[in-house]
Nanobody, 125 residues
């Protein structure tokens, strides 16, 4: 019923760009919390960027100024534009969704109930 499907991952050199997409189905898109998370080997899953129900946007300090999160309501799709990539960005990136909610800072993974399968991003030096 409720599904999130990521695409757009790949391998790039440092300084390059990628755009991730998350196609959502079975959701009332405009009324759900959505965001991007990533997990590198041996590390905990961490928030990257989130758009809350009021369309407020929050970024992890490590990506602010380099990544841009956006929604396309017509296509029911979430995007993450990643520029100036560095090797530390290497991880599996996950799209996630949660209930209607407003935040003042980046919410943790536990606030999200639905997850995509993940897409690998690899950045080489």
């Amino acid at each position: 019923q409720k599904q999130l499907v990521e695409s757009g991952g790949g391998s790039v050199q440092a300084g390059g760009s990628l755009r991730l997409s998350c196609a959502a189905s079975g959701f009332a898109y405009s009324s759900i919390l959505m965001g991007w998370f990533r997990q590198a080997p041996g590390k905990e899953r961490e928030g990257v960027a989130v758009i809350d129900t009021g369309d407020s946007i929050f970024y992890a300090e490590s990506v602010e100024g380099r990544f841009t999160i956006s929604k396309d309501h017509a296509n029911n799709t979430l995007y993450l534009q990643m520029n100036s990539l560095i090797p530390e960005d290497t991880a599996i990136y996950y799209c996630a969704a949660g209930p209607q909610a407003l935040y003042r800072s980046l919410p943790p993974p536990r606030e999200f109930d639905y997850w995509g399968q993940g897409t690998q991003v690899t950045v080489s030096a």
